[in-house]
Every structure is written in structure tokens, then in C-alpha cells.
């Protein structure tokens, strides 16, 4: 298990500092997308807009900035790993398109990126495979993420850099490509041009 982390110091590190500004960077923009949304579908709907936004980055894209939302408070809070914390991220991602596909369809007809997202969903084979290339992605960026923070001096994290070897970001590159061309695919199939307004 990794050490405590110390709270009063989170701001005097520069690792934990890149961390907690990206947060705020993926919060921000997650609340403006409520806001945006909410205005245009209500705020119930569009609560459940932006849910199953965020669903569908932290299932169909293999980085792990949409999950990062949780995990990272929560790494905080509970000192567990993020590693760990992405499961249960993957647990509530499911569990809102479970509610959403079996009891309201109709939202997944809100936005281009739910039309997209559900064309993954209604067909598994061979869309889940992007689903299955994110989850690997994902799984493997978010020990970065824990690998990092495990550093608390800026200068741990340099020398972490120089040591550490870079063949997950290549398996990372390889599989972001591989997510591109399932992509591309799936809108040439479904006749899609993003982006678009939504």
C-alpha cells in the first residue's frame, strides 16, 4: 500500500500540483457541459445527458481523464489506488447505461456522441472490441497516474521519467490508433459526421 498522502503538503509539490490542476481542468469542463445541456433539456434530463457523456469517455476512449473525476478525490480520501478506484468508476459508467438502455432509450437520441454511443452498445460485435481496447488503455494510464503520485518530490518525478520505461505508452499510442480506426469504421457504417452541434 502506498504511503499517506499528506494534504497540507499537495499544494507545495509540483507532481501533485500538474495533478490537481488537471482535475480541476476535467471538473470544469464536466460542469459546463451540465450547464449547457441543462439549459437546452431541463436539469433532470440533463443530468442524465451528461452522465452517460461521461460514460462514454470512460468506457469507449482507452485515457482515463473522464474516470480521473472520482478516482482522484477519492485516491485522496481513501489512499486507495486509483487503479482500483477505476473499477468501481467502471461499475457506475455500466450501471448508468443499464438504467438508461433498458428504461429511457430515448436519451441516447439527445446528442451526436449518445447516437454514436449507442450504435456501440445495440451492437457488441464487433463495437464491443472498443469498449475492450479502452478498458486496456485505460487501465494501463491510470497506474501512470498512481506511479505519479506515488512520487512526492518533482524531482523523484524527473528522475522517474529518465527511468521508467516507455514501452505501456507506446501500448497506449498502439491502442488510441486501434480505437481510431474501429472509429472510423463505425461512423462510415453509421453515416455519422462528428462533430457536429449537438
Known amino acids: 500500500m502506498s504511503k499517506k498522502i499528506n494534504y497540507k503538503h499537495l499544494i507545495k509539490h509540483e507532481t501533485k500540483i500538474h495533478i490537481f490542476k488537471k482535475f480541476l481542468l476535467i471538473l470544469f469542463i464536466f460542469i459546463g457541459y451540465f450547464i449547457f445541456i ?11 445527458v451528461t452522465l452517460l457523456t461521461w460514460s462514454f469517455f470512460v468506457l469507449c476512449t482507452p485515457i ?5 473525476l472520482i478516482d482522484f478525490p477519492l ?23 443499464l438504467y438508461a438502455f433498458f428504461f429511457v432509450p430515448e436519451v441516447y437520441d439527445k446528442t451526436e456522441i449518445l ?5 456501440i452498445l445495440i451492437k457488441p460485435f464487433p463495437f464491443g472490441a472498443i469498449i475492450l481496447i479502452s478498458m486496456i488503455g485505460t487501465f494501463i494510464s491510470i497506474q501512470f497516474g498512481d506511479e505519479l503520485l506515488d512520487r512526492i518530490k518533482h524531482k523523484e518525478r524527473t528522475l522517474y521519467h529518465k527511468r521508467h520505461p516507455y ?15 474501429l472509429y472510423n469504421f463505425l461512423l462510415n457504417q453509421i453515416e455519422i459526421d462528428l462533430p457536429s452541434n449537438f
Open 167 to 181: 514501452h505501456k505508452f507506446i501500448v497506449i499510442l498502439f491502442l488510441i490508433f486501434i480505437t481510431i480506426v
Open 75 to 97: 485516491r485522496l480520501i481513501t489512499n486507495l489506488r486509483m487503479f482500483v478506484l477505476e473499477i468501481l468508476v467502471w461499475i457506475i459508467a455500466i450501471s448508468i447505461n
Open 115 to 119: 447516437i454514436f454511443f449507442k450504435h
Open 38 to 48: 441543462a439549459q437546452k433539456y431541463g436539469f433532470q434530463q440533463g443530468f442524465l
Open 64 to 68: 482515463a481523464d473522464a474516470g480521473f
